[in-house]
Each structure stands twice: as C-alpha cells, then as structure tokens.
C-alpha cells in the first residue's frame, strides 16, 4: 500500500523557518516525481514546489520562489520542504503528493501537515 | 500562464447526475491532461480522475471525466449521486511553459 506522511508542522513566527519531511513507503520512491501542495484556511489547492525522481529539476511556484527549497533523499524515501522568511500568507495545511508516471498530475497524497505563521 | 475556472458551488439530489466544468483559460485543454481531485473536509485530497478520463483503482464507475475541446474544457460527471459524495471537487492540469502546476479554484458539490 503506497503511503505518505508529513511531519514537521508547527507555529512559527513571520520571518522564521520551518523544515517539512515526507516519507514514502510502499512504493519505489526513486521512480518519482514529488510535489508539494498546500492549502489555505477555507481557501483552494495551492501547487508549491516539484521535484523530479533523481532530483535534477526543480520547480517552485513564484510566490515561494527565493524562500522555499523542495529537496529529496531517496536513501531515505524522503521528500523535504525547506521553508525561509514564512510570512502570515503561508499559513495552511501542507501535503506532498506523488505524481504519476505519465501525466502532471497526483496519485496518492499524504494526510497533510499544519504550519501557522503568527507573530 | 492560464487559469482553470471551475463553478464555485453545485447541488443535486440524491441519485442525479452533476456535472462540474473546468474551463481553460487560454491554450488547448487537449494539451496536457486534466486530473480531478476529491476533498471531504478536514481531510486530504485524493485523486479520483487522472489523465483526463481514468479512474484509479476503487473509484466507483460512477465517476467519469471527459474532455470538450469546443469549449476548452473538462468535465467531471457523477451519476446516482450519494450522500458521501458531498465534497469540494478540484481539476488540475499543467503548464508545459513554466512547469508549474495549476488548480481550479475547487466546486463543492452538495447532495440536497
């Protein structure tokens, strides 16, 4: 059974960092593309960062572009969101996702992990 | 860059047919697929539409998707509406220019 979880989650002041993790399992994780999606309070799905299987290309959204840093180990069937300079907008629940083999798009989500910018 | 702009909210009773369109902004809508995601709230999206019209194992026949290229559209269609099929329902599909991911802004259907 293909399964991810989140951690790393927590209440953080504006300008600070947090780091999210997900592990993967079930699954040959270094056959994958990883995102990471996140989603507002009472808002809609927000894409965030991409990553390819071996880590070679990266994509970030513009409006994390410079702050955050999608990473991955795939020793450790781990993904990673390095998060610098959290402003009160990045306030919201954070899934990663595995992308399908062929299209952009997700197949499994993990159950998401909380982060609160508030001062 | 173009937008996907879903109906903010439609309602049925049970055992209807709903409909939600995903329209694209710009560009061919047949020029990367179109994915539909399925969110209870409180709970974690999972994908019940993928490469347009392929439902992935334990999705229930009664969701289908398709796409409309007059309209520049896609379509989730669920037939013999249920109760637990109240959601927010969201498409997503690609933008080869830029690679990014871009998301409808999500329907949420309700089963009156």
């Known amino acids: 059974e293909v399964q991810l979880v989140e951690s790393g989650g927590g209440l953080v002041k504006p300008g600070g960092s947090l780091r999210l993790s997900c592990v993967g399992s079930?699954?040959?994780?270094?056959?994958?593309?990883m995102i990471w999606v996140r989603q507002a309070p009472g808002k809609g799905l927000e894409w965030v960062s991409s990553?390819?299987?071996?880590?070679?290309?990266?994509y970030d959204a513009e409006s994390v572009e410079g702050r955050f840093t999608i990473s991955r180990d795939n020793t450790r069937d781990s993904l990673y969101l390095q998060m610098n300079s959290l402003r009160v907008e990045d306030t919201g629940v954070y899934y990663c996702?595995?992308?399908?083999?062929?299209?952009?798009?997700?197949?499994?989500w993990g159950q998401g992990t909380q982060v609160t910018v508030s001062s | 860059n173009f937008m996907l702009t879903q109906p903010h909210s439609v309602s049925e009773s049970p055992g209807e047919t709903v409909v939600i369109s995903c329209t694209r902004s710009s560009g061919s809508i047949g020029s990367n697929y179109v994915q539909w995601y399925h969110q209870r709230p409180g709970s974690a999206p999972t994908t019940i539409i993928y490469?347009?019209?392929?439902?992935p194992s334990g999705v229930p026949d009664r969701f289908s998707g398709s796409i409309d290229t007059s309209s520049n559209s896609a379509s989730l269609i669920i037939s013999g509406l249920k109760t637990e099929d109240e959601a927010d329902y969201y498409c997503?599909?690609?933008?080869?220019?830029?690679?990014?991911?871009?998301f409808g802004g999500g329907t949420k259907v309700t089963v009156l």
């Open positions: 990553i390819t299987s071996a880590g070679s290309y990266i």
């Open positions: 996702a595995r992308r399908t083999m062929v299209a952009a798009g997700a197949d499994f």
């Open positions: 997503q599909s690609y933008d080869n220019s830029n690679h990014y991911w871009v």
């Open positions: 490469e347009d019209n392929k439902r």
């Open positions: 079930g699954f040959t994780f270094s056959d994958y593309s």
